[in-house]
């Protein structure tokens, strides 16, 4: 087995709970401002300074505790706001569990996450209204429901109940008896739990916090029969932003924009918990569509995101570039900038400041995780001005494991450990691809009442199974993700194929939107097959306006054989179809492969046909939507 252990570039501070971590940030950047939002997008901007977060987290969490809540699960759904934050930071500095979910679910799966959980309340966007009155009748546990920002929708709202002490301390048993739940807002929770404060009542910060319990309890991607559960503690997460801190070096006041959704540990730990230890001054986006006129808004300095956030910058860089004719005299300046950084001068923000611009002209660090991206991407915006760190880790590690940082700056790996995190790679030979291991306080407490799964993954010796394969370089020490132990192919001969190497080749061509890779048997031997999914305005461009499925398909045979002639001839693709549509994707946006593969099966079942019957067609044109999606 081969071991990183990570190393420390940067002293941290020491705390062991998210509200003692929070309390010193109060404390060191009390005037500066925390969050700048609109619940509206056309509302001016509201701020609230670290010393005024702190004050409203006190607020609504001693509210919380009056209520009748303190040990009990609190679930969170919405958009990201600064509501959401201010709900997540008052449940886990004191109040009880945190149960963020996943706004996208279909109804049936939130309420049955929320019955799962064993959900005592929950905090909610006005648009899941009528989710949560369903969710009223068929979850016994459920003693509250809380709105978020009620102002913010224009339908109908319920009767709220004023807050007045215990009132959602009845057993579920009386609850059920009684047929009602009270209706809460978070604005009315505010000055009540102020009040309280001034009466003497028990506050949030006479609460004591086990850093080693149960902090916030997470639904992985799947149904949720069979999505498991994660388990993090306050010493998981602490510990996770205490190591992140001490290899990457940020600045108070630096001014980060929050995009990806805050029910995602990626987003979640890097993007709110480590912006708070820092000093930062978070964005809340108003949305996908203004993504680009919020970076220029706010002159946002660092973002994290998904490899696709990253690519449509690139790609419309890079079209606005050839649109202008300015292409070659970046692409000739390009050189030249880079051999003046080895020698000390840096010019790249005076002489790329026209495509800076785009991005407020302040933009600097990117953070990138959950998916692979390609390194060129990352070189290319190293070269013009804005360092993107790829990182890698997973929900049970809380998340963050290993990444590029301040001083290791390797595009195409992920860098080292993060520091004080153990990693491992599971075989002998330097270079040779294994099992990712991580081992260290990040590690998860375990999955939810499922015992036998935790043992599956976490050893007698502390390593967690990531399930991930990647390979160490031994002349860098750093690590790179090949692919996952479960979408590996295994061929009749007993060769290995990871789909995610093919997938990468796919991806370099401009026609292919994303593209998905999968061992289909064909008569007993395994077949490395394809969907791809394609661009339709890149097709014009390539194959004019009125193409013809035989003109496609004769392109893409010629792409995979040009494909298949850079590969090991075991690992080529025999057989592929493609598809206009977007494959199922999680909220971070990777595809859902085992949706995908098995709608694909479905439909060949249904048709009584063969993938190899249709290879090289559009799958489109007959697919049954109900089959494809499950």
Request: net charge negative; aromatic share 8%.
């Amino acid at each position: 087995m081969q071991i990183l252990r990570g190393q420390t570039y940067y002293q941290t501070r020491s705390f062991a709970t998210l509200r003692e971590m929070i309390a010193q940030s109060a404390s060191l950047y009390a005037s500066r401002p925390a969050f700048q939002f609109r619940n509206q997008v056309d509302e001016p901007l509201s701020v609230r300074t670290y010393a005024e977060f702190w004050r409203e987290i006190n607020h609504l969490g001693t509210a919380l505790l009056a209520l009748g809540l303190a040990g009990k699960r609190i679930a969170i759904i919405g958009e990201n706001s600064y509501a959401w934050c201010l709900a997540h930071a008052a449940v886990v500095c004191g109040v009880g569990v945190v149960v963020p979910l996943d706004r996208l679910l279909p109804e049936s799966e939130i309420i049955a996450s929320l019955a799962r959980g064993e959900v005592d309340a929950v905090f909610y966007d006005p648009s899941f209204l009528m989710c949560m009155e369903k969710a009223h009748d068929q979850v016994a546990s459920l003693s509250g429901l809380i709105a978020l920002r009620p102002g913010r929708s224009s339908s109908r709202q319920p009767v709220f109940s004023p807050p007045q002490t215990g009132l959602l301390s009845q057993t579920p048993e009386q609850a059920a008896a009684e047929k009602t739940r009270p209706w809460l807002q978070l604005d009315e929770l505010l000055p009540w739990g102020a009040a309280l404060e001034q009466e003497g009542k028990t506050t949030l910060s006479q609460t004591t916090i086990d850093p080693d319990a149960l902090m916030a309890l997470l639904f992985t991607s799947g149904t949720t029969s069979v999505a498991k559960a994660v388990m993090l503690s306050q010493r998981n997460v602490c510990s996770d932003v205490q190591a992140v801190a001490s290899v990457v070096k940020l600045w108070p006041g630096i001014r980060m924009l929050s995009v990806l959704p805050l029910h995602h540990t990626f987003e979640n730990t890097c993007g709110l918990y480590i912006g708070l230890y820092f000093g930062a001054e978070i964005h809340e986006s108003d949305g996908l569509r203004h993504i680009q006129k919020n970076l220029q808004e706010y002159h946002i300095e660092m973002i994290v995101g998904v490899p696709v956030l990253f690519e449509n910058f690139y790609n419309k860089v890079q079209a606005t570039l050839q649109k202008t004719g300015k292409d070659k005299l970046v692409r000739r300046l390009l050189p030249i900038t880079q051999g003046l950084r080895k020698v000390g001068i840096d010019l790249r923000r005076i002489l790329y400041k026209q495509i800076l611009a785009a991005f407020g002209g302040s933009l600097q660090l990117g953070i990138c995780g959950a998916a692979p991206i390609d390194p060129e991407i990352i070189r290319f915006f190293d070269a013009i001005g804005i360092h993107i760190l790829q990182g890698y880790g997973l929900t049970e590690t809380s998340p963050v494991a290993a990444g590029c940082n301040s001083k290791v700056f390797v595009p195409g790996t992920v860098g080292h450990p993060m520091g004080g995190i153990e990693l491992a790679v599971d075989s002998e030979a330097p270079g040779e691809p294994g099992e990712i291991l991580v081992r260290g306080p990040i590690v998860m407490l375990g999955y939810y009442q499922d015992a036998a799964a935790t043992a599956e993954v976490i050893d007698s010796e502390g390593w967690f199974h990531t399930g991930d394969i990647g390979r160490i370089d031994p002349a860098t020490g750093c690590l790179s993700i090949t692919g996952r132990q479960k979408s590996m192919i295994v061929l009749k001969s007993g060769k290995k194929v990871f789909p995610e190497e093919i997938e990468y080749l796919l991806g370099q061509d401009k026609l292919i939107k994303e593209s998905l890779v999968w061992g289909e048997d064909d008569e007993g031997d395994v077949v490395v097959s394809a969907k791809v999914v394609l661009d339709q305005e890149v097709l014009k461009e390539k194959l004019g306006q009125d193409v013809s499925e035989n003109q496609i398909r004769a392109h893409l045979d010629q792409l995979i054989r040009e494909i298949n002639s850079r590969l090991p001839s075991f690992k080529g693709i025999r057989q592929y179809v493609f598809s206009f549509q977007d494959m199922v994707k999680t909220t971070t946006l990777k595809i859902k492969r085992p949706i995908e593969i098995a709608g694909i099966r479905e439909w060949l079942a249904h048709h009584k046909l063969r993938l190899r019957d249709i290879t090289g067609k559009n799958i489109d044109q007959d697919q049954d939507e109900n089959t494809k999606h499950g």
